[in-house]
């Protein structure tokens, strides 16, 4: 079982910045590209970022693009999402998982973009 912890999320103002960093127990988790989802209060679960195995190409939603960066290291089974130029739509519970999503999910970390 793979187990994903996420963590970095908080309270920002709109404008703001925040880090998320989604740690995983899997010993072959450079094998796997990796992606960043988020689930606002009433809606569906959305990918907002991916990145392959590697760390070389990454993906964006297009409400994200420009302002949020994917990146990982692999010799810390270690994803991280580094949020820019905040926006209340942000606001949501976000996660970590493969892409496709296959593993189990984490409890998620709560981003909340407020003034």
């Known amino acids: 079982q793979v187990q994903l912890v996420e963590s970095g999320g908080g309270l920002a103002q709109p404008g703001g910045s925040l880090r998320l960093s989604c740690a995983s127990s899997?010993?072959?988790?450079?094998?796997?590209?990796m992606g960043w989802y988020r689930q606002a209060p009433g809606k569906q679960r959305e990918l907002v970022a991916s990145?392959?195995?590697?760390?070389?190409?990454?993906n964006y939603a297009d409400s994200v693009k420009g302002r949020f960066t994917i990146s990982r290291d692999n010799a810390k089974n270690t994803v991280y999402l580094q949020m820019n130029n905040l926006k209340p739509e942000d606001t949501a519970v976000y996660y970590c998982?493969?892409?496709?999503?296959?593993?189990?999910w984490g409890q998620g970390t709560q981003v909340t973009v407020s003034s």
């Open positions: 899997r010993s072959g988790f450079r094998l796997h590209p």
């Open positions: 998982n493969n892409h496709p999503a296959t593993f189990d």
């Open positions: 990145i392959s195995s590697g760390g070389s190409i990454p």
